[in-house]
C-alpha cells in the first residue's frame, strides 16, 4: 500500500510554469506505475500522464504534449509534473495516482480505474 500527497499547486498566469510534486509513503515505490490526471469543474476525471517503474519511459495526453514533463526521484519516493506554456484551459485539481501492474498493460489505456491509490489532490488555477 502507498499513501500519495500533492504539493506545489496554485495561482499562475498564462504562458507561466509550476511544477507539482507528489511524496509518497509506503513500501515498494518503485513497483508502482505513476501517473498525474486532473478534473476541471462539471468534466470527468481525465489522464494527463504517466512513467514506469524506473522513469525510462513515459506518456502524456495529446493536450500537454510538449509543455508537460514527468518524472520520478526513486530516491526520494516522489513524481513530478512540470507545467510549461501554461493555459486557462489546463486550470484543474491535479491528482497523482499509483497502480500496479506491467507497464505495457498501462499504455494507450490510462484509465482512472487501473490506478489503486490517490493523492488529495492540488489545485492549479491559471488566470490573468
Known amino acids: 500500500q502507498v499513501q500519495l500527497a500533492e504539493s506545489g499547486g496554485g495561482l499562475v498566469q498564462p504562458g507561466g510554469s509550476l511544477r507539482l510534486s507528489c511524496a509518497a509513503s509506503?513500501?515498494?515505490?518503485?513497483?508502482?506505475?505513476l501517473g498525474w490526471f486532473r478534473q476541471a469543474p462539471g468534466k470527468e476525471r481525465e489522464f494527463v500522464a504517466a512513467?514506469?517503474?524506473?522513469?525510462?519511459?513515459?506518456d502524456y495526453a495529446d493536450s500537454v504534449k510538449g509543455r508537460f514533463t514527468i518524472s520520478r526521484d526513486n530516491a526520494k519516493n516522489t513524481v513530478y509534473l512540470q507545467m510549461n506554456s501554461l493555459n486557462p484551459e489546463d486550470t484543474a485539481v491535479y491528482y497523482c495516482?499509483?497502480?500496479?501492474?506491467?507497464?505495457?498493460?498501462?499504455?494507450?489505456?490510462?484509465?482512472?480505474?487501473?490506478?489503486?491509490?490517490w493523492g488529495q489532490g492540488a489545485q492549479v488555477t491559471v488566470s490573468s
Open positions: 509506503g513500501r515498494s515505490f518503485t513497483s508502482y506505475i
Open positions: 512513467v514506469n517503474w524506473s522513469g525510462s519511459s513515459s
Open positions: 495516482a499509483a497502480g500496479l501492474g506491467p507497464w505495457y498493460s498501462y499504455r494507450g489505456n490510462y484509465s482512472p480505474a487501473k490506478f489503486s491509490y
